[in-house]
């Protein structure tokens, strides 16, 4: 008795008799090649097995449709010029579904007209080559919307946790909302201003949005205490920064992550925690983290106390530079915050994470009374 896959492999067979393998190698990415022609489609399957991939063909719009569902492919090969629907409208169908959005689409064509090329990209194509096709400039063309793919998945991933995370840090004391957010522009700001490249910044904002993760092993009591923390209670938060360094190391952000995650309550004279680091012995990215939450901190309200004016706040951020905060950073901010504000307007292109419009990450000050407590900052 034929099962049901025996079945749909006996059909597919019938529809596409010059197809695809019906059982494609089991390694290497799957890329779906949609070619109205037989020779092609038997070409580009070729060429994509040679080279490692596996291959399902078939060969027009509609079956391009049905099958990416079914096969889930990692890159789609789409002709542009097919019978019924043409390569454009499959692109655009593609694109308007949230299942398929980010899908790496390349179209190949025997138009070589501009117009034709610029109608691909604006129907959502990620690369255009025209027939004929060399095989090397093909290949090159994957290699590089694999890449990219690989890229947008790895910030897509890194956001979602993260954002997750920070989420999770507020659900135990609602009143910090939005303070991660804040940092995280913030500090990106600063950090743009100390001339930060792209990776360092991205760490700077990943590190700002999960800054106090660990307070997840802290009790909500702690975190909620209206008063000043007992000695014990100090103890205990003051661990947050080593339980927040755990946490992040399977992130894959983690090498420029973690030592902000660790490290923002070290202070300028070696006075902070957890290591007792001085000066530059700590992080560029951890100095500007903690002179960022410490201005948040004092300007927003916390249980322990209402918010300060934020002239008020950066007076403290003056008044402690070289001592719990790096002296060259301290003008950076100052002159941040009178040219712009301390709102969360984005002025200028961040990375994502310094963005964060949707998650809500939290946050808390330790409380007054504690020796390591100046400016406001934990």
């Known amino acids: 008795m034929r099962t049901l896959p025996d079945l749909r492999r006996a059909q597919y067979a019938e529809e596409h008799p010059l197809g695809h393998p019906l059982e494609p190698r089991r390694s290497g990415p799957l890329v779906l090649v ?8 038997l070409l580009l399957t070729r060429i994509l097995e040679r080279e490692g991939y596996r291959a399902v063909s078939v ?13 889930d492919p990692d890159l789609v090969l789409l002709d542009v010029t097919m019978p ?18 980010t899908l790496p689409v ?13 109608a691909g990209l604006d129907a959502g194509a990620d690369d255009f080559v025209t027939k004929p096709f060399q095989q090397p400039e093909l290949l090159a063309r994957i290699r590089s919307a694999f890449r990219l793919r ?11 946790v993260a954002a997750a995370l920070a989420n999770a840090v507020e659900a135990k004391d609602p009143m910090t909302e939005h303070h991660c957010q804040r940092l995280a522009h913030l500090a990106a700001r600063v950090g743009t201003r100390a001339g930060l490249d792209t990776i360092d910044l991205e760490g700077v904002a990943y590190g700002a949005l999960l800054h106090d993760v660990g307070k997840i ?14 000695e014990e209670e100090q103890t205990v938060m003051r661990r947050h920064p080593e339980i927040g360094e755990r946490i992040c190391r399977p992130l894959e952000a983690s090498p420029t992550l973690l030592p902000i995650v660790r490290h923002h309550h ?29 201005f948040d901190a004092m300007t927003h309200d916390r249980p322990y106390r209402a918010a300060l004016p934020v002239e008020q ?14 002296p060259d950073l301290v003008p950076l901010l100052l002159d941040e915050i009178e040219r712009r504000g301390a709102a969360f307007v984005p002025v200028t292109t961040f990375p994502p994470t310094a963005l964060l419009v949707h998650g809500r990450g939290g946050g808390v000050m330790e409380r007054p009374g504690s020796s390591s407590i100046r400016a406001g900052a934990a």
């Not at 949609?34 to 489609?41: G, I």
């Not at 019924?84 to 959005?101: F, I, N, P, Q, W």
């Not at 390349?106 to 610029?118: K, Y």
Request: charge should be negative; hydrophobic fraction near 35%.
């Open 217 to 230: 092993g802290v009790p909500e009591a702690f975190l909620n205490k209206p008063g000043p923390l007992t």
């Open 34 to 41: 949609v070619e109205d022609e037989a020779s092609n489609r």
């Open 150 to 160: 690989q890229a947008i998945t790895r910030m897509e991933t890194a956001h979602t």
């Open 313 to 326: 706040g950066l007076d403290e951020l003056v008044r402690h530079a070289g001592r719990q905060f790096d």
């Open 106 to 118: 390349i179209l190949i064509s025997g138009r070589t007209d501009l117009n034709d090329i610029v």
């Open 59 to 71: 060969a027009d719009g509609d079956s391009a449709l049905r099958a990416i569902p079914e096969h």
């Open 84 to 101: 019924r629907m043409d390569g454009y409208e499959v692109c655009r169908r593609l694109r308007k579904d949230s299942r398929t959005a």
């Open 266 to 294: 070290e202070h300028w004279d070696g006075s902070g925690y957890p290591d007792g680091l001085r000066g530059e012995q700590t992080p560029l990215g951890a100095r500007i983290v903690s002179l960022v939450d410490a």
